[in-house]
């Protein structure tokens, strides 16, 4: 089974065995010029260097496989797994690719510009590759079928909202499922209390009740919800009004623009928010790491009100992993409880404890593998076809 992963940002691939051993790993990155392809072998990492004008990333990522003698040839591949972001509709956490799912998917590329159109792309390269290799979509928004009416009504004209589907989905359902998972197997019991903080290009928090979803930030698309990298977040709707005449632009331009020029990157320039940290001397740079602060800890003080009891907080994602400034600072913000991590992180398992003893509620910062996750829903789906 290979699973591609496509992410804000990049392209992580692994290839798994039919008992859901991992064989192989590696990532294509998008965010840098030239692109890279990047692996780890033997504890080593290597790098690649790519033509960024190489578009068909699986053909590439099938030939390194071959060449690294990883497979012996296309057809060792039998199935191919895509983490399908923005659909309109509840397939189940995995189904196979027909044309209904195709379409809902192609349907929504203006809705999830970053994902859908290079989802859509992928699945049109393996088509291409003369394959008999059947493709599995794995749904980002199944984790959030379990939050209830009153929290995913958008209050408008319900008329209007039921007949063209608008709502909460919710998204990085997939991390959110695994880090839940994770804590159900540590704590001993399935109906646990979380808030789990996603953060990474694209980032988002998760109320957990009882073992399920029960609230997340992201909303009708993956632009609102907290300040992201290139993603605004939640804004006032009017601002389109304003910037439809600055900018002469037609609503589905803006809709990119609030995409990929807005959040971290509008307010500073930079891409990421690591970028900030290291250069918080520059202009606006330590506006945008309160601003993008202060947003995680409003959904967090929003949840924890909501849940009352809580188990622990789960944080996952490339800056929960990279950018200890940027954990203490959201600590640090929030007062309601005493909460307090270590000054040194030491990530050594998939699950690491980083708060202290003097923290009222354990703090966790859990190593996400998306990719593990969505071979265990493939392998669910391929034993049930059976």
Known sequence: ?????????????????????????GK???????????????????VYLLDDDHNNHVDLIIKFLINKKIIKKLEDITYFGIRAVYVKNFYGASAFLNNEIYNDLNQH???CPIHNQNTIMLINDIKHLNTSAKIIII???????????????IAIDQTIAIKHKIRKYGFHGISFSYSNKIMQNYLGKQDVN???????????????????????S??????????????????????????KKVK?????????????????YGLTKHHSINEVVNNLHKKNNQLALEMYTDSI?????????????????????????????????????????????NDHLILTDTLNKISTSKSQIPIYLCLVNEEHEIAYEMLNLINKTK
Request: proline residues 2%.
């Open 297 to 341: 800890v409003d959904y967090f003080i929003k949840y924890l009100n909501h849940l009352q009891k809580i188990d622990a907080i789960v944080f996952s994602g490339g800056i929960s992993e990279f950018e200890h400034l940027v954990l203490e600072k959201i600590i640090s913000k929030i007062h309601l409880i005493n909460l307090e991590i």
């Open 1 to 25: 089974m290979l699973i591609i992963n496509i992410g804000s940002s990049s392209w992580k691939f692994c290839l798994f065995d039919m008992n859901l051993k991992q064989i192989f790993s």
């Open 28 to 46: 294509i990155r998008l965010d840098v010029s030239p692109h890279q392809l990047k692996y780890i072998f033997d504890k080593n990492e290597y």
């Open 109 to 111: 590329t203006d809705l």
């Open 248 to 264: 002469n632009q037609s609503l589905k331009q803006l809709i990119l623009f609030l995409n990929q020029q807005s959040g971290i």
């Open 139 to 153: 749904f980002d928004n199944w984790f959030h079928r379990s939050i209830n009416k009153n929290k995913y009504t």
């Open 218 to 243: 992201m909303s009708y698309s993956p632009l609102s919800g907290i300040i992201m990298n290139t993603r605004s977040g939640d804004i006032d709707p009017s601002v389109l009004l304003t910037l």
């Open 194 to 216: 979380l808030i789990i903080l996603h953060l990474g290009s694209g980032s988002s928090v998760c109320a957990i009740k009882n073992g399920k979803s029960f609230d997340t």
